[in-house]
């Protein structure tokens, strides 16, 4: 193994822990996808939580600053086949292999800024933010699921984009306590302020999130075997979660975070398993 091997896999293992580290779901089900598709999935998860970090914790920092600074390190990355960032040189590799067109990271960037200074969304915004934040990833995904099969990806784009929203909209409705009350943010249109969030409101909100998981299923069952299984442990395990959103009452989910245990989650595979192996999602 020569030196740039060992860079290359350093910098797969810098993703890979990564992942590991912020998702025990995400990665779960990565861990459950063929050896090239998994790798690959990795080093798009380790951009967006770079991104996420950046948002979410760095408060005594220049912000903006940073996220202008991550996404030129990223285009240089990919122009240069090469970064000293290992997540960003894990990442390079993906999009050039998966051919990863540069508007679905341009859409992702402009939507993490939009947390910076937008704390209240209207149906416009939510959905720029929608697609920036979680359809493009699950477009990047897709490229990966499929070999950057053009024709299929055209097939399954909206599919994607569905699956991607609903992760997305759950983690909205999970977070909601942590987003209003320590960031002040709130995303759903719908919603204006904690008082005003009823079971009508959440109802409404669940019931779009059900109608994304429907037409997410429909492309999953299309998917590759090497990825079918662990993107449809990940479908699972989120419409888990957003079962037990269903069960709390609105304002409980303003005092506390619904999480699904390890165990729980664990305990998901055996009839995911058995319903893929039997074709039967």
Do not use: W
């Amino acid at each position: 193994m020569d030196n740039l091997e060992r860079y290359e896999r350093m910098a797969l293992g810098t993703s890979r822990h990564t992942t590991r580290t912020y998702s025990t779901s995400f990665s779960l089900a990565s861990r459950l996808l063929g050896s090239t598709t998994r790798k690959a999935i990795y080093a798009i998860y380790g951009l967006v939580r770079l991104a996420d970090e950046i948002v979410d914790t760095m408060h005594d920092r220049d912000k903006e600053a940073l996220l202008d600074e991550l996404q030129a390190d990223t285009s240089r990355a990919i122009q240069q086949e090469f970064s000293l960032n290992p997540i960003l040189h894990s990442f390079q590799r993906t999009a050039h292999r998966f051919h990863i067109p540069t508007e679905l990271i341009t859409a992702f960037f402009d939507s993490m800024r939009m947390d910076l200074d937008l704390k209240r969304h209207d149906p416009a915004t939510y959905s720029t933010y929608i697609y920036g934040s979680a359809e493009v990833v699950g477009l990047m995904c897709l490229r990966v699921f499929v070999g950057g099969d053009e024709a299929r990806i055209r097939a399954l784009e909206s599919h994607a984009r569905s699956l991607g929203a609903a992760f997305q909209k759950v983690n909205f409705l999970r977070d909601l306590r942590e987003d209003y009350l320590d960031k002040g943010r709130l995303y759903f249109p719908t919603l204006t302020d904690s008082r005003h969030f009823n079971l009508d409101t959440k109802r409404a909100i669940e019931a779009e999130i059900e109608r994304d998981f429907q037409h997410a299923l429909e492309g999953i069952k299309q998917l590759p075997f090497s990825a079918r299984l662990g993107v449809y442990v990940a479908y699972r395990y989120y419409q888990t979660l957003l079962r037990t959103l269903k069960r709390t009452q609105p304002q409980m989910l303003f005092k506390r975070r619904v999480r699904i245990s390890n165990l729980r989650k664990v305990g998901l595979l055996p009839i995911t398993l058995l319903r893929v192996t039997l074709n039967q999602i």
